[in-house]
């Protein structure tokens, strides 16, 4: 079955970087737009950047806008969230998802599989 796998999150002080990849199998993955979300303790997970198929669009939650880059590389089939400016507020479970059918491409409804997710931590 299709696996997502989501590795590079830590902890990290206020300010600090971290840069969390995600590998996608047994999936075709240029059919599918890519997408991180978050969810922190007692929060609904939220939308934060997606990626289309190609990496020509690109789009950010007002949250993480201008600190996150999300990028993908087809031909290793990973997308990458490049998070700099680290705030306590990004603290949470950060989960990729593939979707192969997209509207607005924020939603956690319009994702088909989804990873196991990796801890984000920011120190104040």
């Known amino acids: 079955q299709v696996q997502l796998v989501e590795s590079g999150g830590g902890l990290v002080q206020a300010g600090g970087s971290l840069r969390l990849s995600c590998a996608a199998s047994?999936?075709?993955?240029?059919?599918?737009?890519m997408g991180w979300f978050r969810q922190a303790p007692g929060k609904e997970r939220e939308f934060a950047a997606y990626i289309s198929w190609n990496g020509g669009n690109t789009y950010y939650a007002d949250s993480v806008k201008a600190r996150f880059t999300i990028s993908r590389d087809n031909a290793k089939n990973t997308v990458y969230l490049q998070m700099n400016s680290l705030k306590p507020e990004d603290t949470a479970v950060y989960y990729c998802?593939?979707?192969?059918?997209?509207?607005?491409?924020?939603?956690?409804?319009?994702?088909?599989?989804w990873g196991q997710g990796t801890q984000v931590t920011v120190s104040s």
């Open positions: 047994r999936l075709t993955f240029t059919a599918y737009t």
């Open positions: 998802a593939a979707a192969g059918r997209i509207s607005t491409a924020t939603a956690t409804y319009e994702y088909d599989y």
